[in-house]
């Protein structure tokens, strides 16, 4: 039988009030106003993310992820890349990364103590369009500053997902991402289910793409691997 679930915090946020709940030294959820964006159980597609999008990386790379989250796909990248990579992390929500030094840090393996991290709290699509000026300014085809970027957040791309000016995965927002990746880089993304016009979309852009619904059975999600030529 299963234990009655625990609230361990509370906050208030522009988005809703975040909770962190726990039921086992494993078992955690978060949620917004009551609907759970994550659980620490049902986790496998967020870290096969981290390792598809990260896996055969130079030695020095640079990796943005986007969605710190319960660390899970943040430890996946730390996991799979070697001890010189540097790896920034945009979270949008502080307390989350409170919450990841302190209840989760057991959890991820204290993801943030790693030193190869650095933690700003903020939207990552802010800081993949100050890397897209930095490296569109260059010209002549130059590449941006990351080897990777992983966004793993709360909503991925879907069929309401504004074409082209969505923030994360509209025509815009991936010509932006194009031009903070290095040549060769990748654009790994967390999706709830297959979006065949975010597809098409960064098609459109240049990538080519793969897409891959890790595990069997059960709850799977997908991830879209989409590589600048």
Request: glycine share 12%; proline share 4%.
């Amino acid at each position: 039988m299963s234990r009655p679930w625990q609230t361990l915090d509370q906050r208030e946020t522009p988005d809703g009030v975040f909770e962190l709940r726990q039921r086992d030294t494993d078992d955690f959820l978060i949620c917004i106003d009551g609907r759970v964006l994550m659980n620490s159980r049902a986790s496998r597609s967020e870290k096969e993310l981290g390792i598809r999008t990260c896996r055969g990386l130079p030695a020095g790379a640079r990796i943005l992820v986007g969605g710190l989250g319960m660390g899970l796909t943040l430890r996946a990248v730390l996991d799979t890349v070697d001890e010189t990579c540097r790896i920034d992390v945009a979270e949008l929500h502080g307390v989350v990364a409170e919450w990841c030094r302190g209840p989760l840090a057991t959890l991820s393996k204290n993801v943030l103590a790693d030193p190869r991290v650095t933690l700003g709290v903020g939207d990552v699509a802010d800081r993949i369009r100050e890397c897209a000026k930095s490296g569109g300014s260059q010209g002549g085809g130059a590449g941006g500053v990351y080897d990777a970027i992983v966004l793993d957040l709360f909503e991925g791309p879907h069929a309401r997902t504004d074409p082209k000016r969505d923030p994360l995965y509209g025509s815009e927002a991936i010509r932006r991402s194009w031009q903070a990746l290095a040549p060769g880089g990748v654009l790994g993304v967390w999706a709830e289910a297959r979006e065949e016009h975010f597809e098409a979309r960064l098609r459109a852009q240049g990538f080519s793409i793969e897409t891959q619904r890790p595990g069997r059975g059960g709850l799977r999600h997908w991830i879209v691997l989409a590589r600048r030529a």
